[in-house]
């Protein structure tokens, strides 16, 4: 029986934790377009986990190198396993670990997905991973697996319509057709949209204003976000737990903005010195 093919790929993630508290995690398998092999989803689940884990770090931007995003899901060393083999393919022990690391996860805390190139198959599904996307203009998404019979299993059938809406998402899911820049942009797939080359740029531009507001107002609302989108009952439930979410921010960080406010900070809709 063959064996999964497990290159020793030290650098194949690259981790940089910034004293600002912005951290990057790379995708270095150059050499396969950045797709993720067994090791490989290991190494960037641990990234994201230490992220997550790491209080002093408060925004990630996750890109690939070499001007791709991720190719997906190494599928020469898929094609070494042996049908019996294939349902445990890329799965790792724990319960949070997917074939592609840390797609599974819901990480409380901002992830700006810096998209260069293709972004296709089990790299859309990372991409998936950010709160937004910052996608250069000449990016590729796409269900690219479609031709191949390799299903979506890294969240791509729950976060993509969650993002783009049920009817574009079965458009993408169905055909597996790529999807340039600017239609992706128009759906609500990419948020931005830059010049080639200026993805990672803009997205530590983005994470650098994240930085300056009231960490725990902002991070209540976003959970609030998620829990509306996935986890609500009804829109009572979802509004119910809005209120009981961010209550606690009223005493902790909003009167102090509001005095901030009255003091002449951030008038006529200003972002300056905060």
């Not at 049908?83 to 409380?108: C, E, K, L, Y």
């Not at 319509?161 to 239609?183: F, K, N, S, Y």
């Not at 009167?255 to 406010?261: E, Q």
Request: glycine fraction near 10%; charge should be neutral; charged fraction near 20%.
């Amino acid at each position: 029986m063959k064996q999964p093919s497990q290159e020793l790929e030290p650098d194949a993630v690259l981790y940089h934790a910034s004293p600002a508290g912005i951290t990057t995690i790379t995708l270095n398998r150059c050499s396969r377009r950045n797709a993720v092999d067994p090791s490989t989803a290991q190494k960037l689940y641990d990234a994201f986990h230490q992220y997550e884990a790491d209080a002093t770090q408060r925004v990630c931007v996750f890109h690939g190198a070499n001007s791709t995003f991720c190719a997906g899901a190494d599928l020469q060393a898929f094609a070494n396993t042996s049908p019996s083999d294939t349902p445990h393919f890329g799965h790792v022990q724990g319960r949070n670990i997917a074939p592609m690391g840390p797609s599974r996860m819901q990480i409380s805390k901002p992830v700006i997905s810096a998209v260069s190139g293709y972004a296709v198959a089990g790299g859309l599904e990372l991409s998936l991973l950010g709160d937004m996307r910052v996608v250069e203009e000449d990016a590729v998404f796409g269900v690219f697996c479609r031709r191949f019979g390799v299903p979506l299993i890294d969240g791509g059938t729950v976060r993509l319509q969650a993002i783009v809406g049920l009817g574009r998402a079965m458009d993408m899911i169905l055909t597996g057709r790529p999807v340039g820049a600017t239609e992706a942009l128009a759906m609500g797939l990419a948020n931005r949209v830059v010049p080639k080359g200026k993805a990672v740029e803009e997205a530590l531009k983005i994470a650098e204003q994240l930085l300056k507001f009231p960490q725990l107002c902002m991070n209540k609302d976003r959970q609030s976000a998620y829990y509306a989108a996935y986890e609500a009952k009804s829109f009572q439930d979802a509004m119910r737990y809005e209120f009981a979410n961010a209550e606690m921010v009223l005493s902790k960080e909003s009167l102090n903005g509001a005095k901030r406010f009255a003091g002449g900070l951030g008038r006529s809709g200003s972002f300056e010195k905060l």
